[in-house]
């Protein structure tokens, strides 16, 4: 075993080598002191448990792109079985560290291993770099600029970082010098796991539709931003959230993972904008981006940010529990094709439209199941490819009006939504087989198919396809009487917690 020390970077939201200044600050200082540079990355042992298999294959691709690039530079990754509190301080100790550097990261989960990391660290004197670069902008001077306090609207947002410079991006591509080049090159013992090694039947998931990486990523960021004119005219609410192929980027997974900087995103961004006409936020790509910084914020600045209770921007609204319409939902089978198409396109996927996320999001909760956001939330965690902390807990208290947005009574139609870009059922018929033979005339509604119809289509509602698990033209009613009686408890309960002057 050497006995020169090392320098550690810790992977975590950040699996790239372009605009990774916490790298850099790594392979600056090994080169420096003459230390060897070891970038980390950990994997719980029983991950295949806790994240769905596009998830996970997403990831596993992303760390062989990650560890290929970072051989590149005479480096390697150095994959670790294991919980970061539990094997790092052990590691540290092993390769003499004398210095770690890290990406700054909000997500509680990811925080509680930094707490325990930052105390051995400073009982060894380990110097430790942290920095800001999931985000554009430093969320927690964002906060601070707001006296602490969260922005509630994106206006405001928007006009705490108007004038805020954004730094310029980064390029790792200079090859580390023989003195501080990772060591153990060859050693197996470090490579990234296969699927198969973590246990995971590869052959249970569809095909790889969004391969994982940094390569990919800017592969398909490049793509995007060579489209000039379709940057420039884009507005969200435009965009199709049925249709067979993305109407967005579908850059979110590389962001989520750090595949992709969201500051080259936004520099990208501006100069295609640059001296012609395009759209703004909230509608335009930029906007989009503004979206996420938002969420960002807010999650930074909020206690239990991913809960209702004890969360002081959320609602408190009395969810009922239903496991047998929660499963339903989850699993594409609410009788309800669109939202059935959606869901079982997610879970194929890993991927869906921000307004197909909308429609079966308000179905869960407040439009038409009455089902707690955060057993949405958790679904949406396992399935998607993006998912994202702050955004994922976000997006769903926006959609199930407990925060952010409070017109309740503007409801998703599951039937008519859908209509408004794909009147064939086109989408529908994709996702859902078992209705692909029934006439568009019904494809929305096939409960109202005379049974000559459906038998002609090979399908009949209560065998083939379920039936209706509610009537939405009725319970969306009855669900914003309920709606209303929650904000008027709330109202309530906050005037008689305000001092009275
Ligand atoms: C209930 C619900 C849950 C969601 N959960 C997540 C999540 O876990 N992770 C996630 O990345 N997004 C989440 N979103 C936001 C949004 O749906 C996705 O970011 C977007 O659909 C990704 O597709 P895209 O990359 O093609 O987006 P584009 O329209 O191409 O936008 C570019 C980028 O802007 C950001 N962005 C766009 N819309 C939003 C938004 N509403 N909020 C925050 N950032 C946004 C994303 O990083 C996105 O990649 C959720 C939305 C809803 C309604």
Known sequence: MSKIPSVIHWFRLDLRLHDNLALRNAINEAENRQHFLRPLYFIEEDIKNKIGGNRLRF????????????????????????????????????????????????????????????????????????????????????????????????QKFLSLVKDNPVRDTIEITKKLSDCCKSPDFDLKE??????????????????????????????????????????????????????????????????????????????????????????????????????????????????????????????????????????????????????????????????????????????????????????GAKVFESYLLDYDWSLNAGNWMWLSASAFFYKYFRVYSPIAFGKKTDKEGLYIKKYVPELAKYPSEYIYEPWKAPQSVQRAAGCIVGEGYPKRIVEHDKIHKENMQKMSQAYKVNKEKKSLKRPRS
């Open 190 to 375: 470090y490579d990234v796991p296969t699927l198969a090694d973590l246990g995971f039947d590869e052959s249970t998931l569809g095909e790889t539709k969004y391969p994982g990486g940094e390569t990919e990523a800017i592969k398909r960021l490049n793509f995007y931003m060579a489209k000039k004119q379709w940057v420039c005219k884009f507005e969200k609410p435009n965009s199709s959230p049925n249709s067979i192929e993305p109407s967005t980027t579908v850059l979110s997974p590389y962001l989520s993972h750090g595949c992709l900087s969201s500051k080259l995103f936004y520099h990208k961004l501006k100069e295609v904008e640059n001296g012609v006409p395009h759209t703004d936020p909230p509608v335009s790509l930029l906007g989009q981006l503004m979206w996420r910084e938002f969420y960002y914020t807010a999650g930074a600045g909020t206690e239990n940010f991913d809960k209702m209770v004890g969360n002081k921007v959320c609602t408190q609204i009395p969810w009922e529990k239903n496991d047998i319409h929660l499963k339903a939902w989850a699993e594409g089978m609410t009788g309800y094709p669109f939202v059935d198409a959606i869901m079982r396109q997610l879970k194929q996927e890993g991927w869906i439209h921000h307004l197909a996320r909308h429609m079966v999001a308000c179905f869960l909760t407040r439009g038409d199941l009455w089902i707690s956001w955060e057993e």
């Open 59 to 154: 990831l596993i691709q992303s760390l062989q792109d990650l560890d290929s690039n970072l051989r590149k530079i005479n480096s390697r990754l150095f994959i670790i079985k294991g919980n970061a509190s539990k094997k790092l301080p052990e590691l540290l100790e092993k390769w003499h560290v004398k210095y770690l550097s890290v990406q700054v990261d909000i997500d509680p989960e990811v925080l509680q291993h930094e707490e325990v990391i930052d105390k051995v660290c400073e009982e060894k004197d380990i110097f430790v770099v942290k920095r800001v670069q999931h985000t554009v902008y430093d969320v927690h001077n964002v906060l601070k600029k707001n006296n602490g306090a969260i922005p509630l609207t994106y």
